[in-house]
């Protein structure tokens, strides 16, 4: 009798607890606005995805800054998203899908006279002058300290930091800021 009780306990307690979302089916995820100004990003790119487990179907396209695949279920894509942020690469999944780059990047709102961003890829001169672009954007940037094959830049004037993290994103770069 109480091994019944116990068991009615446990089921009674299953059917009050809060539901939690179900992470099944199959999630095809297309990123567009990935920086990708070479091959080498391009392959960067693949290789981050292939290297998540349960993602597959990866593709690139370099000269649409867009990448797909496939994973198992959401949570999977969400990995592979993180995967490609570790990697400083950003995109945009697109809306209410289930994963998302994650805003990580440690700003904080407000004008700023420089900004020490880290993180994001950048292997050749093309990944330094899309940087370069990203930031002239941004009203009141006069410059930065971007290099090739360097992560990390200082980026100089009278800006709002929340916006230059914002305009990286948008260029394909997933920044952090360094405190």
Same mark, same amino acid.
């Given at each position: 009798m109480k091994r019944v009780l116990a068991?009615? %306990?446990?089921? @009674? @307690?299953? @059917?009050?607890?809060? !539901?939690?979302p179900v992470q099944t089916g199959e999630a095809k995820v297309e990123l567009k606005g990935v920086h990708?100004?070479?091959d080498g990003c391009a392959h960067a790119v693949a290789e981050i995805l292939g290297k998540v487990p349960g993602v597959g179907g990866v593709s690139t396209d370099q000269e649409k800054g867009s990448a797909a695949f496939t994973a198992p279920n959401a &949570? !999977? !894509?969400?990995? &592979?998203?993180? @995967?490609?942020?570790a990697g400083g690469f950003h995109g945009d999944a697109g809306k209410d899908k289930g994963y998302a780059f994650k805003d990580d990047s440690g700003v904080k !709102? %407000?004008?700023v006279k420089s900004l020490t961003v880290t993180g994001f890829h950048n292997s050749c001169g093309g990944c330094a002058k899309a940087f370069r672009d990203a930031v002239k954007g941004v009203k009141g940037v006069t410059g930065d300290t971007a290099k090739a094959r360097v992560a990390t830049a200082d980026v100089t004037g009278e800006f709002d930091a929340a916006e230059l993290v914002r305009a990286l994103n948008r260029a394909g770069f997933h920044v952090k800021v360094k405190q």
């Open positions: 068991l009615v %306990g446990v089921v @009674a @307690a299953t @059917a009050l607890a809060p !539901a939690r990708m100004c070479c &949570a !999977a !894509a969400q990995r &592979a998203l993180d @995967a490609l942020a !709102a %407000g004008t």
